[in-house]
């Protein structure tokens, strides 16, 4: 056995252990807390027989006292087996994670074990098992980047075509994760425009449950993330949780299926709906990656493990550890009304009130006064703002905060000079009328040739009306009639062609203009997952700004991404998606806990009202870096009736900050207590606002009251409060 630990000397790395089970190759990754073993199975299947706790050894035996079987009657079969990569071709009956066919149409794929590669790549410890098709000339490369401190596993694969026939590739999933029989619920996020993020489980019965995006970006409907724990698990900070979050933000789908012995089986990657990949000889084709991990520390546990993937790994480097501005944006204040005097004003007040970055939202450019016109001409309109962008610019950054502007660069409207120059840019079909969303159309950014056109603009932008810090960058549509006549062969590769060109293009932008940042949004939040995140810094969750809609959002959204990257606004009431009419500092504390943001008609905003806003965003500059970089506990989850409480913690644990929150109260109920959680035990911990004292072991053991009712309060309902606690 050969064991190699990789990485600096702390520990804080993963390590790969090349190890033998029933006299085949095996390996172990192991993680500070736990540990996956993968074996060759019969046919040179990979095997992934064990992902849990780290049984504190290094001999796969210990793991798998029990051998693995299956029905002697079908012996030949490699069905019931717990396949990591199954593929179409070999004996198995589950969801295959690849399908390739040849020209003549004969398809099926039987992999031969070739070689494994263990290596260190930026400190991580890396496994990579070759497997070849001999017939078919296809190489498959399975690779394991093993995060020790994060305990999660990336999984991803490439696929390489050494032959001298092209092939289809029919799909291309990520990875599998099987777990042995027992009984399984499924945690995944659901939703639509305005209600994203809603946090549902379901048991897994015999059969498939699927969730998926067919739409284009990764969707509000469905969410690229998924958590499985044991049947009736729902405990937030104990228990056993699977988890994996995809770093892909077109089509995906994630398939559960419980196989007849109850064993389950999780096949998550690219949308093969659609899908199909010309592989030239000599070509390849690499997936995007699995995040996945197992946690015995609930859902919060597995959270927390992806925020700080995010925070360590995944954010663009160059932002990840400076704080995120507290930002204005002007499209509910202004909608497409934008007009150099007026956004002058509001950065004015913005500035007055703390605000660091101030965006201007849709509408400065082209023909666009109403969302009918000018998608796709990236240049000023001069009558809105008659001394140039440069002029706004300038004065924003007089007022001594950053500045920001939103873009939309992959669609493009009828009513454009875009599209009359090049109508068939857009996805068509041949014979077919296209559907309009948003009175948009899609650019076919897989074409060269419109790469380069929105490239060109996207820097004249950055470039010409000096420095812009900050870009919002939009998506507003669903993707239809997902055509390219003049490309037969590549018609079904578009989904994936987009997505990568869209990568590309942020990440030629960020490499030219390195103080630049990105934020995220998709009509909200539909294009808020771990792929984008590579490429974005932050993310608009949401259209709906209601607060108390909002909690629901952030808490189903903090279960797979960082607080670092949820942005949420301040805005004006009664809320312009709901009518609801929430205080001030309810609004207000509820945007804290992300990246805040102020998002209402600030000019006609009370003096009392700046006043407030202004003292709160000094509150929210001082817990920032707790809320930022912090670690997240959900203490209550948010409910109709009744508190709900979120607390973050310092990485050095010497300082934690509880949101506690109330929507509607109950008349009569008595004050609940909340235990905190992740202080050190033996540290005294004090209140700041009223120098309340008491250790860390007493605040987790008998907890906080929940007094957001007070005698003095006038009503039960939208009551808010933020303790900060330090200790020495
Ligand atoms: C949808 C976004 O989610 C909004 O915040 C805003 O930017 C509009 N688009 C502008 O058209």
Redesign the pocket.
Known sequence: MHTEALGEADGSAGAVVRTRLEDRPAWLLTTHNTTVCLCLGPEDTLLLPYWGASGQTTAAADYLPERMGNRPSERAFVDGLPLAYPSHGEASFVEPCLMVSRADGSRGVRLEFVADRVSAVGGRAVLELVFIDRLLDLVVEQRFVVFGELDLVARSVTVRNSGAEALLLERVLSAALPLPPAEYDAWTLHGQWGREFELRSRPLQPGKFVTESRRGTSSHEAHPWFAVRPRGEAAEHVGQVWFGSLAWSGNWVAVFEAERNDAVQIAMGIQPFDFGWRLEPGADFVSPELVGGYSERGLGGASRLLHAYEQTVQLPANQRERPRPVLYNS?EATHFEVHAEHQLELARRAAAIGVELFVV??GWFGARDH?RAGLGDWTVNTRKLPGGLRQLVNDVHGLGMQFGI?VEPEMVNPDSDLYRAHPDWTYHAIGREATLGRNQLVLNFARPDVQAAIYQQLRNLLTEHGTIEFV?W?H?RAWTEVGWPERPMQQREVWVRHVRAVYELMGRLRAEFPELSIES?S??GGRSDLGILRWTDQV?TS?NTDAADRLNIQYGYSRAHSPRTMVNWVTDVPNEQTGRVAPLEFRFHVAMQGVLGIGGDIGRWSGADVHIARQLVAAYKEIRPLVQNGRQYWLLAPAAIGPCAVQYVSADLRETAVFLYQVRGLRGAGVRRVRLHGLDPARRYRRVADGVESTGAALMGAGVPLDLVSARAPTLDWRSRIDVWRGP
Do not use: A, R, S
Request: with cysteine; charged share 45%; proline share 0%.
């Open positions: 499209w939202d849709d969302d939103w919002k939009d507003n949004c009509g909200g608009w259209d």
